[in-house]
């Protein structure tokens, strides 16, 4: 933190302070209160993890930094310290319990709750709480989270530890993250990107005994269970031997690709988890790099793109995507503006920190509609359904969808 030289390069680049003006809400102003911390001037207070818990996360300003902060590893290190510090009530504590300990690693748990929301949603009871507005009466804060709880898709995504063979010659023998919300939620949207792998020459395999990443333990400054949903993944991908262990997600991707960082204390797992974290691939970079074979079939689209934060910030990857997209014949991509600010999605800001996510949903919303675009592609399902709800809530009336879906579509439709 003492890299930091209260330059102020990152001020622009922050959500939280784009929106507020006020400098407690900025990167520096954040940094400055970590030194505070650090150098027993102040305590951990209340007020005082305010201001961080506001932090979306997003790591724009390490991006932006000329000093090289380490943000995104400071304000882990903050979480945590906040998380063993903070007085929760009860029913918090059981509630973050019950999310993050018994629900996310455990992929039948997580399953069983997602066929109750299905049940939720296709049996009329969902669309008899819209109309009589009985929640927004009762509980003006639960009806709003219900507006934007995401449709749970009908095809479900496992990881059995099935092979999907390679279409021709194999070019290369790779393994992928299934993850812990996106296989119940965009289960097709996965199918769409083990058919674009396999379609470029890679066997793929679902390996089994893979679990959630740990990323929204990371957010929330859980890190001892995050170490241990590392673990249990290195575990289960490194005795398979495999060329890549490719990630759909860009949150996935980015705590996969820092698992390094996460274990670097662990004796057992510090030097394997460093080769590990060598061998995870973001799908779009795997893509562009092996190379993929462009589509020859048309999609007329206009396109514009939202950089995931973690595709952008955490693992600098912004050219990949619109790679993919402009090899698409008949898509325009329409770059917006400030493409590169987070759209109010990350971890779990968008219920810990609703108000706020809003505000900057609606800012994201408004650059989105100036382009016109018929199509916003993005690369990480919180983007994804945060940025469904935007267009729900705000509009414009766009499709959202993953840069690997389109390619899917214009490969299908090149099949005939
Ligand atoms: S991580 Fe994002 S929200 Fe947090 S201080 Fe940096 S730019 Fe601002
Ligand atoms: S850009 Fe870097 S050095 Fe400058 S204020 Fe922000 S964090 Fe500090």
Redesign the pocket.
Known sequence: MYKCVHCGF?LQ?????LETGLETE??RG?IALMKAVNEGRIGITPDVYRHWDL????????VACPSGVP?GNL?EATMSEVDQQRKKGLLARVAGNLVLNSILPKQGRLELVANVLRLYQSSGLQSAVRKTKILSTLAPGLAEMEMSSPTVSKQRFRARGQVYPAQGEVRARVAILSGCVMPLMHGSEMDAAMRVLTRNGCEVEVTKGQGCCGAIHSHVGDLERARALARKNIDAFEARGVDAVIVASAGCGARMKEYGHLLENDPGYAERASRFSETVKDIHEYLVDLPFTPPTAKLDRRVTYQDSCHLANAQRITDAPRTILTSIPGVELVEMERSDV?CGAGGTYTITEREFSLRVLDSKMRNVGRTNADVLATANPGCVLQLQYGTQRYGPPVEVKYVTDLLDEAYRREDG
């Open positions: 990152c680049a922050c959500p939280t302070y900025s990167p954040r932090c979306i996360q997003c790591r724009a300003c390490e943000y304000i987070c």
